[in-house]
T-cell receptor, first 112, second 110 residues
Framework: DSGVTQTPKHLITATGQRVTLRCSPRSGDLSVYWYQQSLDQGLQFLIQYYNGEERAKGNILERFSAQQFPDLHSELNLSSLELGDSALYFC???????????FGSGTRLTVV | ELKVEQNPLFLSMQEGKNYTIYCNYSTTSDRLYWYRQDPGKSLESLFVLLSNGAVKQEGRLMASLDTKARLSTLHITAAVHDLSATYFCAVDNNNNDMRFGAGTRLTVKP
């Protein structure tokens, strides 16, 4: 157990639907990062939050949004889902930017 | 934009052999990370390299960083089957995030 908790582990949903992925960072970590892993795109950085504030954005689609709550857990919202959104979504956390990230076990999203 | 390239992307090795995975990146950075991923699993941190010339070793794996050449290597010594996995390098992107290479899928055969 890495200390980063992601739920759910698996999610199957239909095109056009909306889902929410949840992440609880490791105790003491203020930064949360979201990554998407797919076979054709590899690991793509989506967005970073630090202590409740958005810090950096990567290749995140407008249909996707995220937030970090006062208790530091984070949620990634994916809407108007398309088949191509099927992927593993990882959350990671860190205490300092240079210390490296600890990854959660991921949420496998399948859009049918 | 920071680009990270790994090679080879696929590597099939015999047990007991040595090999090196290379990671090149396009912009200045002093921080580089290596991760291991088993199929369907999460990413496990292997090494954190934070300065030019940094060298870290753990078991049969050794990682090094040359920031001037923008190059890191992951050297595998006397490979064993348990090392079969996908290895990723990742480079710090100005403290905002890490950019990952495409990964090297390593298969160690008996």
């Amino acid at each position: 157990d890495s200390g980063v908790t992601q739920t759910p582990k698996h999610l199957i949903t239909a095109t056009g639907q909306r889902v929410t992925l949840r992440c609880s960072p490791r105790s003491g970590d203020l930064s949360v990062y979201w990554y998407q892993q797919s076979l054709d795109q590899g690991l793509q950085f989506l967005i970073q939050y630090y202590n409740g504030e958005e810090r950096a954005k990567g290749n995140i689609l407008e249909r996707f949004s995220a937030q970090q709550f006062p208790d530091l857990h984070s949620e990634l919202n994916l809407s108007s889902l398309e088949l191509g959104d099927s992927a593993l979504y990882f959350c990671a956390s860190s205490v300092w930017a240079w210390s490296g990230y600890t990854f959660g076990s991921g949420t496998r999203l399948t859009v049918v | 934009e920071l680009k990270v390239e790994q090679n080879p992307l696929f590597l099939s090795m015999q047990e007991g052999k040595n090999y090196t995975i290379y990671c090149n990146y396009s912009t200045t950075s002093d921080r580089l990370y290596w991760y291991r991923q088993d199929p369907g699993k999460s990413l496990e941190s292997l090494f954190v390299l934070l300065s030019n010339g940094a060298v870290k070793q753990e078991g049969r794996l050794m990682a090094s960083l040359d920031t001037k050449a923008r190059l890191s290597t992951l050297h595998i010594t006397a490979a064993v089957h348990d090392l079969s996995a996908t290895y990723f390098c990742a480079v710090d992107n100005n403290n905002n995030d890490m950019r990952f290479g495409a990964g090297t899928r390593l298969t160690v055969k008996p």
